[in-house]
């Protein structure tokens, strides 16, 4: 019962991103044009945000934690390639918090903009499958008050013939290949 209990905040903070996610998948990016947008976070959290940690996971082993290197560069790479707004990698960001919190997120995302001198805030979230060698992006667009103004999800599909060792260093490249594409198809929604 105690475990229950413990884990009830973190299913009600999955189902209130879930339904800012669906919600706002009509949104656009045009509102952004040229704004100055860096990450609070891109990182393999699950399906759907559950407060892990943003920037990255505590994957089983070093395989695991190349793969998400690599998707993480290929989502990168998308945001940058974005027409919508001007991309600051990741690793330039400050006081990135290692966990937001769904009930005070538009705050947390207000700072943050205004510790990095931001007009736009994305959350990333990336979920490679090693099984199925595909990559799943969902993402949040906020504008520097905290207000969403955008989301979307997309997949993308990895190589066929299949990769014989998808945690392989010489997979990597294709891992991000694959982040890439599904990033770029989640912000061609909703024209980023």
Same mark, same amino acid.
Request: charged share 20%.
């Given at each position: 019962?105690? $475990?229950?209990?413990?884990?009830?905040?973190? %299913?009600?903070? *999955?189902?209130? $991103?879930?339904?800012?996610?669906?919600?706002? !998948?009509?949104?656009?990016? #045009?509102?952004?044009?040229?704004?100055? $947008?860096?990450?609070?976070?891109?990182? =393999? $959290?699950? +399906? %759907? =945000?559950?407060?892990?940690?943003? *920037?990255?996971?505590?994957?089983? *082993?070093? +395989?695991?934690?190349?793969?998400?290197? !690599?998707?993480?560069?290929?989502?990168?790479?998308?945001?940058?390639?974005?027409?919508? &707004?001007?991309? /600051?990698? &990741?690793?330039?960001?400050?006081?990135?918090? #290692?966990?937001?919190? =769904? %009930?005070?997120?538009?705050?947390?995302?207000?700072? &943050?903009?205004?510790?990095?001198?931001?007009? !736009?805030?994305?959350?990333?979230? /990336?979920?490679?499958?090693?099984?199925?060698?595909?990559?799943? /992006?969902? &993402?949040?667009?906020?504008? #520097?008050?905290?207000? /969403?103004?955008?989301?979307?999800?997309?997949?993308?599909?990895? =190589?066929?013939?299949?990769?014989?060792?998808?945690?392989?260093?010489?997979?990597?490249?294709?891992?991000?290949?694959?982040?890439?594409?599904?990033?770029?198809?989640?912000?061609?929604?909703?024209?980023?």
């Amino acid at each position: 019962m105690h $475990t229950l209990l413990q884990r009830l905040p973190l %299913f009600l903070a *999955s189902l209130l $991103t879930a339904a800012a996610l669906s919600s706002c !998948a009509e949104g656009n990016l #045009s509102r952004l044009h040229n704004a100055r $947008t860096g990450a609070i976070g891109i990182g =393999p $959290t699950g +399906e %759907f =945000p559950h407060g892990h940690a943003l *920037s990255h996971s505590k994957p089983g *082993s070093p +395989e695991e934690l190349r793969v998400h290197a !690599a998707v993480q560069r290929g989502v990168e790479r998308a945001l940058d390639d974005s027409r919508a &707004f001007n991309y /600051v990698p &990741f690793a330039k960001m400050e006081q990135v918090p #290692s966990h937001l919190n =769904p %009930f005070i997120e538009r705050a947390e995302v207000k700072k &943050f903009a205004a510790a990095n001198r931001l007009g !736009a805030v994305v959350r990333v979230w /990336v979920t490679p499958n090693l099984h199925h060698q595909s990559v799943s /992006v969902g &993402f949040l667009a906020h504008v #520097s008050s905290g207000k /969403v103004v955008a989301s979307d999800l997309a997949t993308a599909h990895g =190589p066929v013939p299949p990769l014989k060792n998808p945690t392989a260093r010489a997979s990597l490249p294709t891992w991000e290949k694959i982040a890439y594409e599904a990033t770029k198809k989640a912000l061609a929604k909703v024209r980023g």
